[in-house]
């Protein structure tokens, strides 16, 4: 049980920050001369794909986290 826990927030708590950190950096590096007045429609699958590498960047730190605090707290 302790597992599962120390998992499920490490990810929540790395999910967010790396959104945080991703939305941060295109709001700094967003080129605005690259959008027509129709908008650019391809920044929703691009949100997407982020969103999809962001979750699999959080899920592998959070099982590595979860293993070193289930080694550390178990001494």
């Known amino acids: ?19 945080f950190i991703t939305g941060l950096s295109y709001t700094l ?8 007045q129709f908008g650019d429609y391809t920044t929703a699958e691009n949100s997407v794909l982020t ?8 899920a592998s730190l959070a099982y590595g ?3 070193w605090l289930v080694k550390r707290v178990s001494r």
């Open 29 to 36: 590096f967003f080129d605005r001369e690259s959008y027509t």
């Open 1 to 19: 049980m302790k597992k599962q826990l120390y998992f499920s927030i490490s990810f929540i708590v790395l999910f967010f920050i790396l959104q």
């Open 51 to 58: 969103t999809i590498v962001v979750i699999a960047i959080s």
């Open 65 to 67: 986290i979860q293993k």
